[in-house]
């Protein structure tokens, strides 16, 4: 059951992001004008549906003492996994919202998105191929509606400045929650 619901959720992963060229408008954007144009949750819904793909190569490889890659090298890539894809989210909302990591644990598979807070207190989550709006009071109400396949979850808080142009590696001093 656990390998046939792995399947499906990194089937529906390998659609996200933008399979098609044309409609990228990012595409001729460094990474710094990517950063100067976005400052809007909009915008980074836009940014991420239109111009990155989940690497699933990369998440294969994946192991807790690689670093992840940089926001710049994700963008000239075009491609994420989803730990850097809330990176990118702090980074390109910094200083307009607070931004928190959210981090998934399940029995075989791991997960992050990102958790924005508006100045009313109200949590929203951007992950990759998935939004929801300003509803939650709480990352543990977020929690209860997306982490049904996850047992427990972890919180850290970003800036995003350390993910710009250097890779990156999670550092347990920023962890703020865990549940």
């Known amino acids: 059951m656990n390998k046939l619901l792995t399947t499906i959720l990194f089937a529906g992963l390998l659609s ?5 060229e044309e409609e990228d408008p990012y595409k001729n954007y ?6 100067e144009s976005i400052d809007t949750i909009d915008g980074v819904k836009d ?10 190569e990369k998440f294969k490889d994946k192991s807790p003492d690689k670093s992840n890659d940089s926001f710049e090298k994700n963008h000239l890539d075009k491609k994420t996994i989803c730990i850097e894809t809330t990176y990118a989210v702090a980074s390109l909302l910094k200083g307009d919202y607070e931004v928190i990591n959210m981090g998934l644990d399940g029995i075989g598979i791991n997960h992050s998105v990102a958790l924005v807070k508006n100045n009313k207190g109200k949590y929203a989550c951007i992950e990759m191929g ?11 109400e977020v929690f209860n509606e997306i982490g049904k396949n996850y047992h427990s979850y972890y919180l850290f808080k970003t800036d995003g400045d350390e993910y710009i142009e ?12 865990e549940i």
């Not at 996200?16 to 098609?20: A, L, Q």
């Not at 460094?30 to 950063?35: A, G, I, R």
């Open 30 to 35: 460094t990474y710094e004008e990517v950063m």
């Open 166 to 177: 250097n890779d990156f590696k999670i550092d347990l001093e920023d962890l703020i929650h």
């Open 130 to 140: 998935r939004y929801y709006d300003f509803i939650f009071d709480s990352p543990q």
């Open 47 to 56: 940014y991420i549906e239109t111009h990155l793909n989940y690497d699933w």
């Open 16 to 20: 996200c992001g933008n399979s098609n």
